[in-house]
């Protein structure tokens, strides 16, 4: 989390850094800030809030500076305030730094350094990093490269982070430790920094991902230099963008979501192109390809992922159940790393993240990799952390997802793992080719059937409407529409800050079922399938003690309309695909409920798109 800049060129930078910050803020928007060199001088302005209110701290006169950086942050380490937002300065106000990450030491160090005499104005880990800095590069005497890197070798935990010295106008110093960072390299000697490629792709394509654990400096006179933490020279490795500028813009919607929420005909056709052969009935996927016999007889599958991940995740077990027969455990990757997991060499993990970042599935990667597992990603952002930490994978193809709240990139993993699973259970020698061919052809009617759910978009609306000031909801479903339960609970929790519970329906007796009352809203989703008839029977349950029930049907259903408030109609289509288009009405509740209540759906409070810390 955090979003960091830098820019170092023949341009003002001015504009470079807000415009960069306002592509990041989806990585936190607690505080923004940024550092630049101004007649000799560091020039530091920072707020709590948003790109927007830096923007006023910085007032009418911009600065013309041609170096700068800048910082949006998600809090941990001291609340949100002036004096914890980024960028910090040593004691002599001579070095500024941004920070994405965590510090896990900064305590012990900060003490030490007290004790030399540091005053602290923050409650920040980062100030202690760039108070380390300072005090290397005095009692060291050497250059702030040399001083970063070996001020890095004393702290543990996560960086990504540039450093701007008032002494040097072309220079700035960057460094990368399991928080993303690439740099972007101008035609005429201009170097972008940024946490991800967003802030970079309208100035260049060509770009240096940092690995872990390297030093680079980028100067206008010798151009970019690396080292890794014990100072051995590193060649810089130029890779071309392919992300293109209007994927990152509204395009005509009032917000991302919306617009992220109606992309997702087009982002499961780009995540089953090029895979799905109807003709030969088979499935292309290299990472299976090339790993065949792994996966013929791995005897099970571990799921790591966070959040909406691991809701796909839940989905994929069912599917890997129903279509390969292997056994399957979904794991919160925040959990399985810290309880001693067994794990055999012989298993495959299916690690599942949007973002690539997030530093839970990561850590999680870790240990599996150290157990001898072959780890197997499935991740939307081309060249993330986690996308190189694995050994194969198949990328979703959802495009940029901006809306803090996962939407197309759910569908695109669903899609995905969908494609794996079917393909695994053919090589398997246990799926009869009827059922693969009938299954795919399915798979490829997907993007009309999402379109024409999208069209229910006022249905859903005027449901909203109704629901609005409702401070519960339930969420049930079974089998396969039991982890797009818990989906759509999360959907509106985290957008609406409306309290939502997902349920598997026949639990519901169990407990929740005290809950219901007039004011409750029930959303069912009750397709036609095996679990139907089970389905009714839970709305009837619901209805004898006056709930509210908004059911999500298969078109043409009479039983179910009979019983319920509401029904929205999504197309017939075969169980195991059920999730993908059921979800679609579940996250434009979200989003109209959320609107409705005036919250902001793109930039959810407390939370951040990309959750690099523990
Ligand atoms: C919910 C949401 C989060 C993420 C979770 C994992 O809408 O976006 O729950 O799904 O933080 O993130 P990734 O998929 O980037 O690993």
């Known amino acids: 989390m955090c979003g960091i800049v830098g820019y170092l060129g023949n341009e003002p930078v001015y504009e470079k850094v807000i415009k960069g910050l306002s592509r990041l803020e989806y990585r936190g928007y607690d505080s923004a800030g940024m550092a630049y060199i101004e007649d000799g001088e560091l020039v530091v302005k920072k707020c709590k809030g948003k790109v927007v209110d ?50 896990e030491n900064y305590a012990s160090i900060k003490q030490e350094l007290m004790n030399r005499g540091h005053v602290f104005l923050s409650d920040t880990d980062t100030e202690v990093l760039v108070h380390l800095i300072e005090d290397v590069r005095n009692a060291e005497k050497v250059s702030l490269f040399e001083a970063v890197r070996l001020a890095l070798s004393e702290v543990h935990g996560a960086y990504a982070i540039v450093v701007l010295d008032k002494s040097n106008a072309d220079q700035l110093i960057v460094a990368k430790k399991s928080s993303p960072l690439v740099i972007g390299i101008g035609a005429q000697d201009d170097f972008y920094i940024a946490s991800d490629a967003t802030p970079i792709i309208e100035y260049t394509k ?37 992300l293109k500028l209007e994927a990152i813009e509204k395009g005509g919607y009032d917000s991302f979501m919306l617009k992220e929420i109606h992309e997702q005909p087009r982002s499961i056709e780009d995540s089953i192109r090029g895979r799905v052969n109807l003709k030969t009935g088979l499935i292309k996927m290299s990472g299976i390809d090339e790993h065949e016999e792994r996966w013929k007889t791995a005897p099970r599958i571990l799921i790591v992922a966070c959040g909406t991940s691991w809701h796909a ?12 027969r292997i056994p399957v455990e979904v794991e919160y990757a925040s959990e399985f790393r810290y309880r001693n997991p067994i794990i055999y060499p012989t298993d495959i993990v299916i690690a599942i993240s ?14 599996a990799k150290e157990r001898g597992a072959l780890i197997f990603g499935v991740c939307n952002v081309v060249g993330s952390s986690i996308s190189r930490a694995t050994h194969c994978g198949a990328y979703t193809h959802a495009g940029p997802e901006i809306g803090v709240a996962s939407t ?21 020698g246990v799926i009869s080719n009827e059922r693969t061919t009938r299954l795919m052809a399915e798979l490829g009617s997907l993007p009309l059937k999402v379109e024409q759910v999208l069209k229910t978009n006022a249905i859903t609306e005027a449901i909203a409407e109704i629901y609005q000031h409702c401070s519960n909801a339930l969420y049930l479903g079974r089998g396969y529409s039991f982890p797009v339960a818990l989906e759509g609970a999360l959907k509106l929790k985290e957008i609406s800050y409306i309290h939502a519970e997902g349920y598997p329906a026949a639990e519901m007796k169990h407990g929740p079922i005290a809950l219901i009352d007039e004011n409750m809203p029930v959303i069912v989703i009750a397709t036609e399938g095996a679990s139907y008839e089970k389905v009714v029977s839970n709305i009837q349950e619901v209805k004898a003690r006056k709930g509210q029930i908004i059911a999500i049907v298969t078109e043409g259903d009479k039983t179910v309309k009979g019983m319920a408030d509401h029904v929205i109609e999504i197309p017939r289509t075969d169980d195991s695909l059920v999730p993908i288009v059921s979800v679609i009405p579940l996250q434009l509740f979200s989003y109209h409920v959320a609107i409705m209540r005036g919250c902001n759906v793109d930039q959810p409070r407390n939370l951040a798109k990309s959750v690099t810390v523990e």
């Open 54 to 103: 830096l923007e006023n701290v910085v007032g009418s006169v911009k600065p013309l500076s041609h170096i700068g950086i800048g910082h949006t942050r998600w809090a941990t380490h001291g609340v949100p305030n002036d004096v914890n937002a980024h960028p910090h300065c040593s004691g002599d106000g001579s070095i500024a730094l941004i920070h994405n990450g965590i510090i």
């Open 206 to 242: 060509n770009v240096v991902y940092l690995n872990d654990e390297e030093v680079a400096r980028v100067d206008r006179k010798t151009g970019l230099t690396i080292v890794n933490i014990d100072n051995q020279s590193q060649t810089p490795y130029i890779q071309a963008l392919e």
């Open 313 to 324: 995740g839940l989905v994929a077990e069912y599917l890997f159940e129903d279509f390969a």
């Open 354 to 367: 949007q973002s690539g970042e997030t530093a839970d599935t990561l850590a999680a990667i870790e240990l």
């Open 408 to 428: 197309k990139a759910f569908t695109a993993q669903v899609v995905v793992l969908y494609q794996i699973a079917l393909s695994v259970a053919q090589k398997r």
